[in-house]
């Protein structure tokens, strides 16, 4: 257990904020799995200023989510201090946390994201007049650096603690390195051991062993996992339980697999209507597949899903085929 300022965590594992991906129905989905802190995906400050409808329903968190850290990315002193103070005042998020890593083009020209990571002293100014317009603790997620040339992690993560954040997370690549390559744990190493505010390390935690390795080599508090969990909660599971005892648990069938999957599918239902939830299921639905024997000949049918009996129809099809070559190779055995 750790705590972010007053806020405690029950565990070091972290669901990372992936943009696109991270709304209340996957987040809810992990939080199930076992997860200490879920991130909600980066949500503009300048769409909460001006109220815009897509970015308020972004801001939605079931109680059941919590504890909850919600992320906002700008370039704007103004702007983010008013979203962050919509976000303290108007919803129930545990966390604010400032996006600096976000490595795509559209963000770092409006002098956000990883944009951030070439001048510790915009990290500070920025981190300090947000810490103090609101109560709740805030957070920075970052990249180690910009480039090879421009890793300024150690400066730009005392800039943060500096200036009143809680704790950063650190994802071991550059913003050049966009996903590719190898994440830099040395990097994570080295912020850990320069400041006194919990640190979270990311990049290249795939399984429950990453999990600890990086703990034991990083001395970081806490790990986030991002892409390793879509499509599979249970990596959220199987590292908690790890980490706790040691013990490696197994992998999940390929029924409990489309189980979750369905329930993932229903909530997102929920949240933005049928139309929109299986269009957006597609993507959740190929990686909760990922793995399972024959998932590769109703791939591009799933592309052609419309309605959520068509998805559910064909994902049992799948299970039930892969359970009947199952009971045949025991008879036969």
Request: proline share 3%; net charge neutral.
């Amino acid at each position: 257990m750790f705590k972010i300022g007053d806020i405690e965590l029950k565990n070091r594992v972290v669901l990372a904020p992936m943009a696109g991906v991270c709304n209340s129905a996957f987040r809810l989905t992990v939080k199930e799995f076992g997860a200490g802190l879920v991130c909600a995906e980066m949500v503009s400050d300048k769409g909460i200023v001006i109220k815009n409808e897509k970015t308020m329903n972004m801001l939605y968190i079931d109680e059941r989510e919590k504890p909850l850290s919600l992320q906002i990315f700008g370039g704007e002193k103004e702007t983010l201090v008013e979203a962050a103070r919509f976000v303290d005042k108007n919803t129930n998020a545990d966390i604010i946390d400032i996006n600096m890593g976000c490595p795509v083009p559209k963000i770092t020209k409006c002098d956000a994201g990883a944009k951030w990571l070439l001048d510790p002293d915009k990290i500070y100014e920025m981190v300090s007049v947000v810490t103090d317009a609101v109560e709740k603790p805030v957070t920075v997620k970052m990249r180690m650096g910009w480039d090879e040339d421009h890793i300024y992690a150690v400066r730009n993560a005392q800039a943060v603690e500096r200036a009143g954040g809680k704790a950063v997370a650190m994802h071991g690549r550059t913003r050049v390195q966009m996903y590719e390559g190898k994440a830099n744990w040395d990097i994570i190493r080295e912020v850990k051991q320069s400041i006194n505010i919990p640190l979270i390390g990311n990049g290249d935690v795939q399984t429950p062993q990453d999990a600890k390795r990086m703990l034991d080599e990083t001395g970081c508090d806490g790990v986030m996992i991002g892409r390793a969990a879509l499509g599979n909660p249970w990596m959220i599971y199987r590292t908690v339980k790890y980490l706790e005892s040691g013990e490696l648990l197994g992998e999940p069938s390929a029924r409990e697999k489309i189980n979750v999957c369905i329930l993932h599918l229903d909530r997102l239902i929920a949240l933005k209507n049928e139309y929109i939830a299986v269009r957006e299921m597609r993507k959740h639905a190929a990686w909760y597949l990922k793995g399972i024997r024959g998932n590769g000949k109703v791939r591009n049918a799933i592309n052609e899903c419309q309605t959520r009996d068509d998805l559910v129809t064909l994902l049992n099809a799948l299970v039930i085929e892969i359970e009947d070559m199952e009971q045949s190779q025991i008879q036969a055995g």
